[in-house]
């Protein structure tokens, strides 16, 4: 048969119950100092009732310097591990796959929510010296919070606090981990010779600069259970067609490498890196290629994204091969039940399940 949008799929031993995975998406919530909150339970947990698949926390910072604002999720203690578990718990418990995006960064670290203007904050201002490959700070029209270049301490630290991360996310019930490398942050800013202009075995070549993505993919797998999927995600071009950057033949390369570490999924984003990125055209399935080209030459599966906001578009990408899941974002933050009233809309009301406590709505 066919695979469409609410046929399961399995990673490793892990199962979800259908193709939809709720992207990770930052709250800029948390009461202090990186603690999970009821906003996150409540957020998390109603789409977890809402019937999709996997459901991911936000980018959930390793250290916490790697915080994107103070108001962002971490989980670089073991109180941090506590707060999260009832989270997961009660994710599982509504029948999806808690999962756990692990984060750092990096450069575009250090500034305020979005609701406060993005705005850089200054460690006088309650910000932080942040750090990247390279002393280039993201190009903010104010003074950037304090930069350093990395040492190979700094790197070497970077990566034993994913592997710490996972370890405690394990411990709070997590099922899937991801290794987030996307979007402009720090393992990101490592792969583009945009933002990468070290001249040791972390700069240069492709295989200096992918180092520290297969150090910490590496390392997250070893912590993590053999019968529970590693993803990592990825921005998959710079879009900065005007200059040396980061490519879709780089990010296939790349997932190669990352399959052969014990990667079990790339989800598959894009752009991110700069603010003169240029994309073509926002529209519907717009970063779709990207993953439907990452899934035809290599081996590993993918999840697609960008502008999927209608059941029969998200049915389709699965039906037709393009990706393995459906990761939704803006939508699932306008309709929390975004799968069950897909499955009503495609005929496939037979295949989910309303929480028993709504089905006198049904």
């Not at 929510?113 to 029209?141: F, V």
């Not at 003169?276 to 779709?288: C, R, W």
């Not at 393995?324 to 496939?348: M, N, S, V």
Request: hydrophobic share 35%; proline share 7%; with cysteine.
């Amino acid at each position: 048969m066919t695979d469409d949008l609410f046929s399961s799929v399995t990673f490793r031993e892990s199962t979800a119950r259908n193709r939809v995975m709720v992207s990770p998406m930052c709250q800029y919530s948390c009461a202090s100092d990186g603690m999970a909150t009821d906003w996150h339970h409540v957020h998390l947990g109603s789409r977890a009732t809402g019937g999709a698949g996997i459901v991911m926390t936000e980018a959930t910072a390793v250290e916490s310097r790697g915080r994107i604002s103070p108001d962002d999720l971490g989980i670089w203690s073991d109180e941090h591990a506590d707060a999260l578990a009832p989270i997961a718990e009660f994710i599982r418990d509504r029948g999806a796959l808690p999962a756990i995006q692990l984060a750092h960064a990096g450069r575009k670290a250090s500034k305020t929510s979005p609701w406060d203007g993005n705005q850089p904050l200054q460690p006088d201002d309650d910000g932080w010296e942040t750090i990247a490959p390279s002393a280039e700070p993201w190009p903010y029209d104010d003074t950037p919070p304090e930069l350093r270049e990395m040492t190979t301490d700094d790197i070497a630290t970077v990566v034993d606090s994913f592997a710490a991360a996972a370890e405690r996310a394990l411990d709070a019930g997590f099922e899937i981990a991801e290794v987030h490398a996307a979007h402009g942050y720090l393992l990101h800013e490592f792969l583009s010779p945009v933002t990468n202009r070290r001249e040791d075995e972390y700069g240069g070549s492709l295989e200096n600069r992918t180092r520290i993505v297969r150090e910490v993919t590496e390392a997250v797998r070893e912590v993590w259970p053999d019968d529970k999927p590693v993803f990592v995600r990825i921005s998959a071009t710079d879009w900065l067609p005007d200059r040396e950057s980061w490519t879709i033949e780089d990010s296939v390369h790349l997932s190669e490498e990352l399959h052969d570490l014990g990667a079990d999924l790339i989800d598959v984003s894009a752009g991110g890196l700069h603010p003169d990125q240029q994309i073509p055209n926002p529209g519907p399935n717009y970063q779709v290629p990207f993953a439907e080209r990452i899934r035809e030459d290599t081996d590993i599966p993918v999840g697609a994204v960008g502008g999927i906001t209608e059941p029969a578009q998200a049915d389709a990408l699965i039906r037709n091969g393009r990706g393995d899941l459906a990761i939704i974002g803006r939508e699932h933050l306008r309709d929390p039940y975004f799968t069950l009233h897909a499955a009503a809309e495609l005929d496939a009301e037979d295949r989910v399940e309303w929480p028993r406590q709504y089905r006198r709505a049904v």
